[in-house]
């Protein structure tokens, strides 16, 4: 059993959540929790870091799919609705809930197996895992699921020795959303496209992640057209930054 609740006040501001409808809780996960939940390992001890209500954790343990779980918020409102799903669904003995700045949510008695880090920016991510340091083990599976910022939050797992196991661009609500799956396993290299569209989705070219980009190529021809028709002008530097987006997406959808 995991210890009892340890409330800890949080300093950083919390990122705003979007996802909200009669069809989304405890029982029926959007697509995107899902698709999280399916790389949580069988029998994990979960520390979902940012629980919002504690949907993921609430419904992974009424199916049985994990041993105990950590939900860690750093607001008042969402940990308290996290601390009702879990009452509510009587799992208090096998989750607890932390009012927490990120992985300060988790305690060594935790023994913490995996790690989910969803509906956020990217960069928030990469902010939560690197103050985070030291609660983490090194053995945890992450699972992420960045709403953008995707490169900065590779840069970080490449930068302290994790491997991206598993990659996926899935689209619910005219939202394109990634889930990356890291662990830590040693010094591992990728290129500069890599970070930015995704090792492994690099090579598996899912129609979900082609279609992505072809958006994504869409809007940064706007932006450089809305750029050339400013009255200001627009800091060179910035201009060379979208056109060599625009050509890596070239490239890769050529
Ligand atoms: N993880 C859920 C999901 O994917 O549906 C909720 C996502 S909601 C958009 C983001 C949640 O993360 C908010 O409830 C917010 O309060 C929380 N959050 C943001 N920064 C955090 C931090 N540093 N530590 C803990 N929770 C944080």
């Known amino acids: 059993m995991l210890d009892t609740i340890a409330p800890r006040s949080g300093q950083k501001a919390p990122d705003v959540c979007g996802e909200k409808g009669p069809l989304v809780n405890e029982q029926t996960l959007s697509m ?10 069988a029998g994990a001890r979960l520390a979902d870091i940012g629980s919002d ?6 419904a992974l343990m009424r199916r049985g799919a994990i041993a105990a779980a950590v939900a860690g918020e750093v607001a008042l409102t969402p940990f308290r609705s ?21 992985l300060a949510a988790i305690e060594p008695g935790d023994r913490i197996t995996a790690i989910s880090i969803c509906g956020m920016g990217g960069e928030t991510i990469r902010d939560i895992l690197d103050s985070g340091k030291a609660y983490l083990s090194g053995q945890e599976r992450l699972i992420l699921q960045p ?11 490449m930068d ?6 598993c990659e996926e661009v899935l689209r619910e609500n005219r939202f394109d959303y990634e889930i990356i799956v890291a662990e830590r396993t040693g010094p591992v290299m990728y290129t ?10 690099m090579q598996a070219r899912s129609p979900a992640f082609l279609l992505k980009w072809q958006r994504k ?4 021809h706007k932006t450089l057209t809305h750029f050339a028709r400013m009255q200001q002008a627009v800091p060179e530097e910035k201009v060379q930054d979208i056109v060599r ?8 959808l050529a």
């Open 160 to 165: 302290n020795g994790y491997r991206i196991l």
């Open 32 to 41: 995107r929790l899902e698709r999280v939940a399916a790389h949580v390992p």
């Open 82 to 102: 996290a601390e009702r799903t879990v009452r509510e669904n009587g799992l208090d003995s096998q989750i607890t809930v932390r009012l927490a700045n990120g």
């Open 53 to 58: 209500h504690g949907y993921l954790p609430v």
């Open 245 to 252: 987006q625009a050509r890596w997406i070239t490239q890769l």
């Open 192 to 201: 500069a496209q890599e970070l930015y569209f995704g090792p492994l989705q």
């Open 217 to 220: 190529l869409r809007q940064k």
């Open 147 to 157: 709403n953008g910022g995707e490169q900065p939050l590779r840069q970080w797992l």
